[in-house]
């Protein structure tokens, strides 16, 4: 495969999970807000957006937990660009247990009781999805000096 068929597919699995992280987290803040729009999200929309961010969590968790730095496709379909978990890892070095924790507790809390994440909840999927986003365009530039 050439260097552009590979760096199209990193940027569409990279560019596919920022937006999916994104427009999950922007559904599920305005419904739990209460904000403009959110009163025209029904349940499944909801539902889904909340199902899609537990799935990219604990796939995370899963290739945090496995040290593997290489595109892994999960069973749910969630693609994770190795490139994102060794940036996770890097900046989680010295508290990686409990960030995988945390990871772990929202995902479980996504799926119980998605409208009573907490702040400090809501912050680190916002962190998550600054990550995904970053990566997205880091490969996008390299593309683009192709």
């Not at 990566?135 to 683009?144: G, I, Q």
């Amino acid at each position: 495969m050439s260097d552009m068929s590979v760096l199209s597919h990193e940027y569409k699995t990279a560019s596919d999970l920022s937006q999916s992280i994104s427009n999950a987290l922007i559904i599920l803040k305005k419904v739990r807000y209460n904000l403009a729009g959110g009163e025209t999200i029904d349940a499944e929309q909801l539902n889904d957006s909340v199902r899609d961010m537990a799935e990219v969590l604990t796939a995370l968790v899963n290739l945090l937990s496995a040290s593997r730095a290489q595109y892994v496709k999960d069973t749910n379909t969630v693609q994770i660009p190795g490139a994102l978990v060794v940036r996770l890892q890097a900046e989680r070095r010295g508290d990686l247990a409990y960030y995988l924790d945390d990871l772990s507790r929202v995902a479980t809390q996504l799926h119980a009781e998605p409208l009573q994440l907490s702040d400090e909840d809501l912050a680190l999927l916002d962190h998550l999805a600054v990550l995904a986003d970053a990566e997205a365009s880091s490969v996008f530039r390299r593309l683009m000096r192709i």
